[in-house]
């Protein structure tokens, strides 16, 4: 790369973007094609051997999906990205890559519902095990922590409850255990949070939410700080086969470039909307990064750039007025997914987060009152207009 693209304005631009080098197109071209051709015996074989550089199969690269690899490996300041099936792909990828018979992860309690499934009820299968804790506490992390511990995994902040986990800390603990820490930057996007900076060795998102930013495509990714974790994770991901597919990279490139613009329009919306939900009547409660009611407001203004476009919160009328609430929006979508260009609400207890046990949802601090909006790029006054006129018929 002929830049170091620091700043991420700059970097979801051009990172890994390049004018064409055949005709100087200026969008990266779709190679939409299988394999490629080599010049000779010898070319095929230098690149099997890994003397060369260039491509061979697409399941095991190809120039489209490496164009959204590099911007994203810049975003995060890592060494390498894989561009992933879905952001699932990815997660199965960092478990399968670091993961054995008997060896042990310690998790968020609160994260994303299906990350937390698959390492229950699949790797349990095969002898993995797992603890779900409270990540914002760094004692109950240490407390949690076994010989066999392979993984730190951490979500924040964590879905849905916005409470976060010190990345910092969290680096110093898997340094001092000789454990990987990786981390799941789905909520913040690398525009607010760059947990590699922070000593983490791995940071992966669902490019589903923010990075497309536009509810039109499925797709993950994982970036790593040093070359040996890459070189693990790569490895696992060509074989298993949970590769990204050239248009979907293409679509992604697309949505990507407004990454900056988006983020903070919908964070300054969000901002917004947390104050009003705080001040209105019918609401109890509100968890909001960037409100000084948030438990961790001084930890979020250390480790992210920004407090995010999501919040959740809780009506005075419990559940029941929760769902009069959401069947009452207009502008809103109810819809799980978030980081789209359109606001979405939805109900985590009894949608994403449906398949957790509510033992374990209510350890997890995901109350059945726990409303979730995800806030868009809409003009503030309309979506203010549409959250009273719900709460209303709440
Ligand atoms: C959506 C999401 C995932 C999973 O991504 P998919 O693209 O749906 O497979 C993982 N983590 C978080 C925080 C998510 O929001």
Not at 97 to 102: R, S
Not at 237 to 262: C, E, F, N, S, Y
Request: charge should be negative; proline fraction near 5%; include cysteine.
């Amino acid at each position: 790369m002929k830049h170091n693209f620091r700043n991420p304005e700059t970097a979801v631009i051009h990172a890994g973007q390049e004018p064409d080098a055949l005709y100087g197109g200026v969008s990266v071209p779709i190679y939409q094609s299988s394999t490629f051709a080599f010049h000779s015996a010898e070319h095929g074989a230098a690149l099997f051997a890994g003397e060369e550089k260039g491509f061979i199969y697409t399941r095991i690269g190809n120039p489209t999906t490496k164009a959204l690899e590099d911007c994203v490996a810049a975003l995060e300041g890592g060494c390498g990205a894989l561009g992933t099936a879905s952001g699932m792909a990815a997660v199965t990828t960092i478990y399968t890559a670091f993961l054995e018979k008997g060896a042990h992860v310690v998790s968020t309690a609160s994260v994303y519902g299906p990350s937390r499934t698959v390492l229950e009820k699949e790797y349990g299968r095969f002898g993995v095990e797992a603890d779900f804790v409270d990540t914002s506490d760094l004692g109950a992390i240490k407390k949690a922590l076994r010989p066999t511990t392979k993984l730190l995994f951490i979500e924040t902040p964590a879905n849905p409850t916005m409470m976060l986990t010190d990345l910092r800390a969290c680096a110093e603990l898997a340094k001092e255990s000789g454990i990987l820490l990786a981390v799941d930057n789905t909520f913040a996007s690398p525009i607010l949070q760059n947990p590699l900076d922070l000593g983490a060795d791995i940071v992966f998102h669902s490019l589903t939410k923010f990075l497309n930013g536009h509810s039109d495509v499925i797709g993950g990714i994982i970036v790593a700080r040093e070359e040996n974790v890459y070189a693990r994770l790569r490895k696992v991901l060509t074989l298993m086969g949970g590769t990204m597919d050239p248009h979907q990279a293409w679509l992604v490139l697309r949505g990507i470039k407004t990454l900056a613009l988006r983020v903070e329009k919908a964070q300054d919306n969000a901002a917004k909307l947390a104050l009003d939900l705080e001040r209105h009547p019918k609401v109890a409660w509100v968890r909001y990064p960037g409100l000084p009611s948030h438990p961790q407001h001084a930890l979020s203004k250390s480790q992210m750039r920004g407090p995010g476009a999501l919040i959740s919160f809780g009506l005075k009328g419990g559940l029941d007025a929760g769902r009069r609430m959401i069947n009452a929006v207009r502008l809103c979508t109810l819809a799980v997914s978030l980081g789209g260009i359109e606001s979405l609400i939805q109900h985590p207890a009894s949608m994403t987060h449906a398949g957790v046990t509510p033992e374990e949802r209510d350890k997890a601090g995901i109350t059945d009152d726990l409303i979730r909006l995800s806030v868009g790029c809409e003009a503030y006054d309309d979506l203010r207009a549409d959250l009273e006129q719900a709460l209303e018929k709440a």
